[in-house]
Nanobody, 127 residues
Framework: QVQLEESGGGSVQAGGSLRLSCGASETTSNSACMAWFRQAPGKDREGVAFISTDDRRTQYADSVKGRFTISQDNAKNMVYLQMNPLKPDDTAMYYC????????????????????WGQGTQVTVSS
């Protein structure tokens, strides 16, 4: 059982930046994939950024490509999401997720393929 804890959320104006952090209870290299998802009120949870922990290959949702960067630090059991510049549409609860087993060449982008979840951290972007 992996425990994940997010931090770093907050309220910013459009154009601003935030860095979310996800601390894991064990080395992130034990999971094949780490990911960030988000869920806005009334909407489904959607995948935002994904990283393969062995080769650090990254993937992004089209809506955040070029603005968000996912990274990991296995020595610290941490995964990060750098977000810049932020838009009002980025307002959501952001969740860190981990998948144990390899999925294929790339990490899966949907909720059901992830085994462990954090409690979330709120990001609010005002216009």
């Amino acid at each position: 059982q992996v425990q994940l804890e997010e931090s770093g959320g907050g309220s910013v104006q459009a154009g601003g930046s935030l860095r979310l952090s996800c601390g894991a209870s064990e080395t992130t290299s034990n999971s094949a994939c780490m990911a960030w998802f988000r869920q806005a009120p009334g909407k489904d949870r959607e995948g935002v950024a994904f990283i393969s922990t062995d080769d650090r290959r990254t993937q992004y949702a089209d809506s955040v490509k070029g603005r968000f960067t996912i990274s990991q630090d296995n020595a610290k059991n941490m995964v990060y999401l750098q977000m810049n510049p932020l838009k009002p549409d980025d307002t959501a609860m952001y969740y860190c997720a981990a998948r144990r087993r390899p999925f294929g060449t790339f990490c899966p982008r949907t909720v059901r393929f992830y085994d462990y979840w954090g409690q979330g951290t709120q990001v609010t972007v005002s216009s």
